[in-house]
């Protein structure tokens, strides 16, 4: 009777592990195809055509590694200079640009961040209201929050023209570099400030508060609660957004194509690529595709080596 039995539940556990797993891979199974459509099937093309000639009837031919070597020409021997800077060409700004926004996310935004979360966790006044309004960019569409951005900005009616002006930065600030893509960080850091918040805040809020209590009663006060509790307790999500920080390097593109509608001395490497692929000319595309493999095999590494090391500075805790 009892080997019965045994098989009988044997026999249900295995029906059972069959429906967990036709259940998990039919959850599976709409954002696997969508990964393989849309980033698979796509880059596995752009990779293709980084190693081919196009030309202006769409027809192809291999040539090998000749369009990575024009990308590294291009990069070091463009003649084009819309800035008014004698040392730099185009190429060089939009190197400048597309770093720059890695400096700022992890130097300027991630920083602020970290201080306006660490304080909204001590029970200050209204921290929830605060929350709000730190996620508010977040939850407003893109195209009204770069235009309410803007709109102060402009030297017509804007009402920081003045205030502007008195700075130094005389009528259109989207007008010449660097003082326009100054702006465009500004923005970023403003617009991105929100999103690290609620990150970090879920992440400072998930400490126990005995560990704080306990740091009050040895007599810590609050820079070294910050740095010597706070920060080594939730350093790998601060690793995860300085990661993601790093990326904008290759990825960015819609805020600057937005905020001075393709202005060219704002170009990031994405928005470089996406402006001359948009032009719908076929010899571009394989440039285009060789210019931004080369930046991936160049720049992913170094993303991977700093996240391996920043992971290695602090040893993980489970709460």
């Known amino acids: ?53 196009t030309d202006i009837y769409g027809n192809t031919e291999f040539v090998g590694l000749d369009q990575f070597k024009w990308a590294i020409k291009d990069i ?22 597309s770093l720059g926004y890695a400096v700022i996310t992890i130097f300027v935004s991630l920083p602020l961040s970290l201080l306006f979360s ?55 600030v989207y007008g010449r570099w660097p003082v326009s893509q100054l702006f465009v960080y500004v923005y970023c850091i403003w617009a991105g400030l929100g999103y690290n918040v609620v990150l970090l805040s879920g992440a400072i809020g998930r400490i126990p508060k005995e560990i704080f209590e306990s740091s009050q009663l040895d007599g810590a006060g609050y ?8 920060i080594p307790l939730i350093w790998p999500t601060i690793v995860t957004l300085i990661v993601l ?18 202005d060219g001395v704002t170009y990031s490497i994405a928005m470089e690529i996406f402006m001359n692929t948009a032009e719908f000319n076929p010899i571009k595309y394989s440039q285009m595709a060789a210019k931004g493999l080369l930046f991936s095999v160049i720049w992913a590494p170094i993303v991977l080596l700093v996240r391996n090391r920043l992971s290695k500075k602090f040893s993980g805790v489970d709460f």
């Open 1 to 53: 009777m009892s080997l019965k039995r045994s098989k009988l539940l044997k026999k249900r556990m295995s029906s059972r592990t069959k429906r967990d797993y036709l259940f998990v891979a039919a959850l599976l199974a709409y954002p696997v195809l969508q990964f393989v459509i849309t980033w698979v099937f796509v880059n596995f093309g752009s990779l293709a055509m980084a190693f081919e000639r």
């Open 76 to 97: 070091f021997t463009n003649e084009l200079n819309d800035t008014g800077v004698s040392w730099l060409n185009n190429s060089s700004v939009i190197l400048l640009n």
């Open 118 to 172: 660490y304080f909204l966790q001590k029970n200050m006044p209204l921290a929830n209201v605060f929350r709000v309004i730190f996620f508010l960019p977040n939850i407003i569409p893109i195209v009204a929050l770069v235009m309410a951005y803007n709109m102060p900005l402009d030297p017509t009616y804007g009402y920081m023209s003045e205030f502007l002006e008195w700075l130094g930065f005389k009528g259109y």
């Open 245 to 262: 920080g790093m990326t904008n390097v290759l990825t960015l593109y819609l805020q600057p194509y937005l905020l001075t509608n393709g």
């Open 223 to 230: 820079f070294r609660e910050f740095t010597q509790i706070t």
